[in-house]
């Protein structure tokens, strides 16, 4: 049986989409390429460089494995909650990957990062610290960090103030400085205790956030 896998990127964050990176392809070429050196660990992606990980991701790319990226917007974490979420977002990278391989997914050994199994699906295994433990979820860990990324980054052009580029979409200095000037916006979980608190009227918004730098 073939192995699939799957970890997620931005749970925590106030902003912007849930996304769940999918791998799959020869784990032994994986663990060659995003071994760290003179360890038995694997490279975590939030400790990586963006240079670093993308020029990682193309490697793993070259050398076959194929990927898949879901995302769960802020509306519908909001609406589902935080783990109706992550289903969504790992069954739709799930899909993704699907359209690049021949194998049924559903022949797939998915390998999830951590205690709980979210999919509830008969042919998952966990594996707590699977980012370090295993190379095809953490090939799955960079392509959801860079996807990531990339959709805050574009974010942060349209909705410039609430420090996405810089935060992507975590508790920054300036991100709160954002939400208690302007309130939360359509990227925002409003669900969220940190975002309904922050957001909460003020008798007058008289800073911005560029003092916060």
């Not at 574009?154 to 709160?176: M, T």
């Given at each position: 049986m073939m192995s699939v896998g799957i970890d997620e990127v931005g749970r925590g964050a106030w902003a912007g989409p849930l996304a769940?990176?999918?791998?799959?392809?020869?784990?032994?070429i994986a663990g060659h390429i995003l071994r760290r050196r003179q360890t038995e660990s694997y490279y975590d992606s939030k400790a990586l460089s963006p240079q670093r990980r993308r020029a990682l991701l193309q490697q793993l790319q070259h050398a076959g494995l194929d990927f898949g990226v879901g995302y769960a917007?802020?509306?519908?974490?909001?609406?589902?909650?935080?783990?109706?979420?992550?289903?969504?977002?790992a069954e739709r990278g799930l899909v993704e990957l699907g359209r690049k391989t021949t194998a049924a997914i559903d022949d797939h050994c998915l390998l999830l990062d951590g205690k709980h199994n979210y999919l509830q699906r008969s042919n998952v295994q966990m594996i707590v610290g699977g980012d370090r433990a295993h190379p095809l979820i953490a090939a799955a860990s960079i392509a959801a960090k860079l996807a990531r990324d990339a959709v805050m980054a574009s974010l942060d052009q349209e909705l410039p103030y609430w420090d996405f580029l810089a935060s992507k979409g975590y508790g920054?200095?300036?991100?709160?400085?954002?939400?208690?000037?302007?309130?939360?916006?359509?990227?925002?979980r409003r669900s969220f205790r940190p975002v309904q608190a922050l957001s909460a009227p003020l008798p007058t918004r008289f800073f911005s956030p560029q003092e916060a730098k």
């Amino acid at each position: 049986m073939m192995s699939v896998g799957i970890d997620e990127v931005g749970r925590g964050a106030w902003a912007g989409p849930l996304a769940v990176g999918v791998a799959a392809g020869d784990e032994r070429i994986a663990g060659h390429i995003l071994r760290r050196r003179q360890t038995e660990s694997y490279y975590d992606s939030k400790a990586l460089s963006p240079q670093r990980r993308r020029a990682l991701l193309q490697q793993l790319q070259h050398a076959g494995l194929d990927f898949g990226v879901g995302y769960a917007t802020a509306l519908e974490i909001d609406t589902l909650g935080l783990t109706a979420a992550l289903v969504m977002a790992a069954e739709r990278g799930l899909v993704e990957l699907g359209r690049k391989t021949t194998a049924a997914i559903d022949d797939h050994c998915l390998l999830l990062d951590g205690k709980h199994n979210y999919l509830q699906r008969s042919n998952v295994q966990m594996i707590v610290g699977g980012d370090r433990a295993h190379p095809l979820i953490a090939a799955a860990s960079i392509a959801a960090k860079l996807a990531r990324d990339a959709v805050m980054a574009s974010l942060d052009q349209e909705l410039p103030y609430w420090d996405f580029l810089a935060s992507k979409g975590y508790g920054s200095k300036r991100h709160r400085f954002g939400l208690l000037w302007q309130g939360p916006s359509v990227e925002h979980r409003r669900s969220f205790r940190p975002v309904q608190a922050l957001s909460a009227p003020l008798p007058t918004r008289f800073f911005s956030p560029q003092e916060a730098k």
